[in-house]
């Protein structure tokens, strides 16, 4: 088996590219949406900005760093097939998608901890609870909601 | 080179159109201002999923690139080739395929995302022959392929809409639709 690189050069390659666009995606549909709870700035316009920078600064890192016509990144075997490409793709796409959900979250909680914490109204479900809370400030509301809940019943 | 052909270049490789669209996806699902919409545009995403899922599997389960068994542009013609050699077999387009797949599941449920991601599919599709790596036929029947699963995919989860239903509910459970 003859391998263009292995599959974690190809990860390394990619990723940071998915990772940080989907970052700044991600601050974009927050800022569009008035999902207060998952920006990281304040005001709409500066979360457009961050968001654009993270995008196309991303990109321009990924075809900076190689000629991406000049060769697959991706394994190919001894006739020169191409094999497992797009599941490696896929694979690398929804790991930097997913870790940039997550470092969103995680993110977006700590820096509007106080901001948000003091406005909690609390009524609303979805995604619409982002718009007043953050996203851990609304699952431990739910998770306590749950509990209570939990304990009336047991009580009866 | 060229300025066009250094934008074809860019255009044509596995990753730019690729991460474009998938990353449109976010902005999709999250960035609805209605709650309507919002709704409209997560069935879209849950229709575009399983429309490029499916549209995916013609190409790796069922092998139909094989049973057609064509060569690629450049290895018949002389032709300005400006990306790598694809090995594998020409007919039909694996990437108009999951191009319009896309554009197709999003159109239905949001006209202006679709019209804009048929155009990056088009543009991906036609940067596809313009390099030489596949002919027109290639593209125009891998579109079709798209286009039709997306369809397929649409009207299957319409009768059996208690699927995306509970995978959105889950979402809206855990805060993220």
Avoid at chain 1, 105 to 115: D, E, K, M, Q, T
Avoid at chain 2, 110 to 136: E, K, Q, S
Avoid at chain 2, 160 to 174: N, R, T
Wanted: charged share 15%; aromatic share 16%; with cysteine.
């Amino acid at each position: 088996m003859v391998t263009a690189s292995s599959f974690w050069d190809y990860f390394w390659q990619y990723f940071p590219l998915v990772f940080f666009s989907s970052l700044g995606m991600l601050q974009i549909a927050a800022a569009r949406a008035d999902l207060k709870g998952l920006t990281f700035l304040k005001r709409p316009l500066p979360c457009y900005l961050f968001g654009a920078v993270a995008i196309v600064g991303a990109f321009i890192w990924f075809y900076a760093t190689g000629d991406r016509n000049a060769e697959p990144l991706i394994s190919i075997d001894e006739k020169g097939k191409l094999f497992f490409g797009e599941t490696q793709t896929f694979a690398t796409f929804m790991a930097g998608a997913f870790c940039a959900l997550v470092a969103t979250l995680l993110v977006s909680s700590v820096v509007n901890a106080r901001i948000t914490s003091s406005t909690d109204k609390g009524a609303h479900y979805g995604l619409d609870a982002l718009k007043e809370t953050t996203f851990f400030q609304a699952i431990t509301r739910d998770l306590a909601k749950g509990v209570r809940h939990f304990s009336n019943l047991i009580r009866g | 080179m060229s300025v066009f052909d250094r934008f074809m270049r860019l255009v044509v490789d596995d990753w730019f159109v690729l991460t474009c669209v998938s990353l449109s996806m976010i902005i999709i699902w999250l960035g609805a201002r209605s709650l309507s919409q919002r709704e409209r545009n997560q069935r879209a995403v849950w229709d575009a999923a399983w429309g490029v899922g499916i549209s995916s599997l013609w190409f790796h389960l069922i092998r139909i690139n094989e049973i057609f068994d064509r060569a690629r542009p450049f290895e018949e013609h002389t032709v300005n080739l400006l990306t790598y050699m694809r090995t594998d077999q020409s007919f039909p387009s694996e990437a108009a395929a999951v191009g319009f797949a896309f554009a197709t599941a999003i159109w239905i449920g949001n006209r202006r995302a679709g019209i804009a991601l048929g155009f990056l599919a088009f543009l991906w599709a036609f940067a596809r022959v313009y390099c030489g790596i596949h002919y027109p036929s290639d593209v125009i029947i891998g579109a079709l392929i798209g286009i039709s699963t997306s369809f397929l995919m649409h009207f299957i989860w319409r009768i059996l809409k208690f699927a995306p239903d509970s995978f959105i509910k889950f979402m809206q459970w855990v805060h993220l639709a």
